[in-house]
């Protein structure tokens, strides 16, 4: 299986800040790299799809890029709502792979 | 508008079975591949399985396969997860997601989720 992980685990940051997050893959995904939200009990949701495609309705302070084995994730002013955990997935091959997570709290 | 509702969760023993169904409204449910997703407690995403659009085609995590079977009936717009000999680690917010492409038309993610069901497996 493809192992991903995310660095760094947590982010203590503040509104406004710039905020980049790292995800790396054990072997090569191309661009297929998706990044999702996730806050506490809600479920997740779709912010970038490979790699740097933006989902419907995800405001453009979020933006992503990489490709190969490494990724980021960059929230460019962050937002009181952007507090939360952030995972990716590589959907390059089955079976599908999250990292473990990075939240971002005050 | 576009929703996925699971249910069938709950407190099961080691050993027993269980059946999870997903309900979705608001698009063509079966022009979309599904996924099941799970979340153990305090624990990060672990994808489980996969099935195709028209049902032809699964893919299990190594975690649970031979113990789990996903099926759907697009008739009904439901998606099933049936599992089998639970363990302990099982225990876990269970989400059904939409395939963020029609008729698997690209490795796209995962663009619409359910609220989840709980199960937890203990004696």
């Known amino acids: 299986d493809i192992q991903m992980t995310q660095s760094p685990s947590s982010v203590s940051a503040s509104v406004g800040d710039r905020v980049t997050i790292t995800c790396r893959a054990s072997q090569g995904i191309s661009s297929w790299l998706t990044w999702y939200q996730q806050k506490p009990g809600k479920a997740p949701k779709l912010l970038i799809y490979?790699?740097?495609n933006l989902q419907n309705g995800v405001p453009s302070r979020f933006s992503g890029s990489g490709s190969g084995t490494e990724f980021t994730l960059t929230i460019s002013s962050l937002q009181p709502e952007d507090f939360a955990t952030y995972y990716c997935?590589?959907?390059?091959?089955?079976?599908?792979?999250f990292g473990p997570g990075t939240k971002v709290d005050i | 508008q576009v929703q996925l509702v699971e249910s069938g969760g709950g407190v099961v023993q080691p050993g027993r079975s269980l059946r999870l169904s997903c309900v979705a409204s608001g698009f063509t449910f079966r022009s979309f591949g599904m996924h099941w997703v799970r979340q153990a407690p305090g624990k990060g995403l672990e994808w489980v399985a996969v099935i195709s659009y028209d049902g032809s085609h699964e893919i299990y995590a190594e975690s649970v396969k031979g113990r789990i079977t996903v099926s759907r009936d697009n008739s009904k717009n439901t998606l099933y997860v049936q599992m089998n000999r639970l363990r302990p680690e099982d225990t876990a917010v269970y989400y059904c997601a939409r395939d963020n492409a029609e008729y698997g038309s690209g490795p796209y993610g995962m663009d619409v989720w359910g609220q989840g069901t709980t199960v937890i497996v203990s004696s």
């Open positions: 490979a790699a740097s």
């Open positions: 997935q590589q959907a390059d091959t089955f079976p599908f792979t």
